[in-house]
């Protein structure tokens, strides 16, 4: 394990299914963040979150929404997704946002919309 | 928008060096060179990063040329293991985040 524990490793859902991707890190690091890695594609990030407060969301439709309970715990509720959303979902944390610091990510939820 | 370059594979053979180059000409005077690999369907990992000096560590060594436009990523003895997707990106600390080019696939072959 990384220190960053992404559930779970594979979803398969239906375009009317709502689901969860839940990350938890327990690296004391204050900042969390959302990618899609879609086929053949780079890294995208999707959503950006320091101290519980989101910092940035790149255009990214409705159908996904994050949630940061707490600086430990990140989630991204998924509803009436599409068949091009299927992707590797990987979730990261670092110390602080910005700062030299790397991230340390999980190894992804593998999502297949059917 | 990514701000390097990379080749897009490369081969090594198992137990040499591997050296993976990075062009990054555009490169302001407080970004710093990170290096990331991803291993097939993983997470990536870090690997090291730098400003102006090299840098070594368990991992890899980080050279970066004099006038920072380009960095090379040197692993001392690459084994199977090593085969992965290198990924040099150039970011500062004061707010921008990772933005992940195609990198260099890299194929340790025995």
């Known amino acids: 394990e990384t220190g960053v524990t992404q559930t779970p490793r594979h979803l398969v859902m239906g375009m009317t299914n709502k689901k969860s991707l839940k990350c938890e890190q327990h690296l004391g690091h204050n900042a969390m963040y959302w990618y899609k890695q879609s086929a053949k594609k780079p890294l995208e990030l999707m959503f950006v979150?320091?101290?519980?407060?989101?910092?940035e969301n790149n255009s990214v439709p409705s159908r996904f929404s994050p949630e940061c309970p707490n600086s430990s715990h990140l989630f991204l509720h998924l509803h009436t997704l599409q068949p091009e959303d299927s992707a590797l979902y990987l979730c990261?944390?670092?110390?602080?946002?910005?700062?030299?610091?790397?991230?340390?990510f999980g190894s992804g939820t593998r999502l297949t919309v059917v | 928008d990514a701000k390097t370059t990379q080749p897009t594979s490369m081969d090594c053979a198992e137990g040499r060096a591997a050296n993976l180059p990075c062009n990054h000409s555009t490169i302001s005077g407080n970004e710093y060179v990170y290096w990331y690999r991803q291993i097939h369907s993983q997470g990536p990992q870090y690997i090291i990063h730098g400003l102006k000096n090299n840098e070594t560590n368990e991992m890899a060594s980080l050279i970066i040329t004099e006038d920072r436009k380009s960095s090379t990523l040197i692993l001392p003895h690459a084994t199977l293991r090593d085969t992965a997707v290198y990924y040099c990106?150039?970011?500062?600390?004061?707010?921008?985040?990772?933005?992940f080019g195609p990198g260099t696939r890299l194929s340790v072959l025995p």
């Open positions: 979150y320091s101290l519980e407060e989101r910092v």
């Open positions: 990261a944390s670092s110390q602080v946002f910005g700062g030299p610091y790397g991230y340390t």
């Open positions: 990106i150039v970011r500062d600390n004061y707010g921008q985040n990772f933005v």
